[in-house]
């Protein structure tokens, strides 16, 4: 029963742990930018991009509009990929703290 108890109480710290990690990942926003500021994003802790500007001496100012939506989707490609990553990250988190990896936690 010591087993069980112990398991309960790590899922719960993981849990709250895992809470107040998203609750600040929420509130973070973070810039990049490239060619010498040409291309400037702002992207939250959730890698959720908010914005994306690119500078219109680069582009067919015709064209810019699309440019950038295409330019979102590979991002948010890639934080599709970095989520299933720390999707992995998580169940070697949980592995590390004993708990079973077929565990479904509600976070």
């Known amino acids: 029963m010591v087993n069980i108890v ?5 899922a ?10 998203q609750a600040r990942a929420q509130q973070m926003e973070v810039s990049g930018e490239a060619g010498g500021g040409l291309v400037k994003c702002r992207v939250n802790g959730r890698f959720e991009i908010r914005t994306l500007k ?10 810019a509009e699309v440019m950038e939506n ?24 949980m592995s590390d ?11």
């Open 54 to 63: 690119v500078d219109k001496s680069l582009i067919d100012p015709q064209a």
């Open 70 to 93: 295409t330019i979102i989707a590979a991002l948010n490609d890639a934080r599709q990929k970095a989520e299933t990553l720390m999707g992995d990250e998580t169940k070697k988190i």
């Open 12 to 21: 719960s710290q993981m849990k709250q742990k895992m809470q107040e990690m």
């Open 97 to 107: 703290l004993g708990l079973p990896a077929g565990l479904d936690l509600p976070f």
């Open 6 to 10: 112990q398991m309960m109480q790590k």
